[in-house]
């Protein structure tokens, strides 16, 4: 009877305290600064969406500082050269530029980005594969206390290993949501985001302010699941008062369970011999 009460007990306890864990999913939308009507209903959907903003947009101050009042993460969408011929913002990043250069864009798109707290890159398959280019990108950040999102355009990234020798914080893209312009593939994307989060206990996906992407979010964003809790990029930096805890499969919690049953009726019974 004593020992039936005991399991009772236990696993009430057990179960509440072991079920409460919840991946997490960080959401940043790139290309502010030209879509003003999309980008303030991103910003309104939620204050964990980080917004990414290029520096030589028409509204770059206009919707950061929109953004940073209603409780969003600003960071900066820094132009870098890519390997194919895409168009190019002013001011994109190459290799070839010397570091006085570098200093010179990356200086001037911090002040035209007001309270950017990182920096992600926008294309730069090419820049971001160069470490030499990187290093220099990463000198010019150190005083400024900025992280940096690699938004893993190209697989051979030098980014880590630039930022590590400035102590610049760095965390990296898993997830595309919308390569693909139509709702149902973005909304498959994000249905993938939601898994690697699940599996990882934390994931980025990246977005932009098209309609589609708009209307995706809108919808998964009202459904979100209970398991998962929406951040911001700015956590994943900045030491939290409660660590990221992996989510307990149900071997776990049965294993942990019995062992708690064994150890408590051992004691009982030790106690009442």
Known sequence: MHRSIIYILISLLFFNSSLTFAAQLALVIDDFGYRQHNEEQIIALST????????????????????????????????????????????????????????????????????????????????????????????????????????????KTAVKTAASAYNIPVVVRDVFLDDQQNEHAISQQFELAIQVARKKGVAIAIGHPHPQTLNVLKNRL????????????????????????????????????????????????????
């Open 222 to 273: 009202a459904q979100l699941p209970s398991d998962i809790t929406l951040i911001k990029v700015s956590q994943l930096v900045t030491p939290q008062p409660e660590p990221i805890k992996p989510k307990a499969t149900l071997k776990d919690i049965i294993d942990r369970y019995k062992q708690r049953c064994d150890q408590v009726w051992h004691f009982y019974h030790t106690e009442n011999e």
């Open 48 to 155: 964990n969406i980080t917004v990414a903003v290029l520096p030589h947009s028409p509204n770059a101050k206009r919707i950061a500082n929109m953004a940073h009042e209603h409780g969003n993460d600003v960071i900066i969408h820094l132009p870098m050269a890519p390997m194919g011929k895409q168009p190019l913002e002013k001011d994109t990043l190459f290799p070839t530029m010397s570091e006085t250069e570098v200093n010179r864009i990356v200086n001037n798109a911090i002040a035209r980005v007001p309270h950017a707290i990182g920096v992600n890159n926008h294309m730069g398959s090419l820049m971001t594969s160069n470490l030499n280019g990187m290093q220099y990108v990463m000198k010019a950040l150190s005083p400024h206390s900025m992280f940096f999102l690699d938004s893993k355009t190209i697989g």
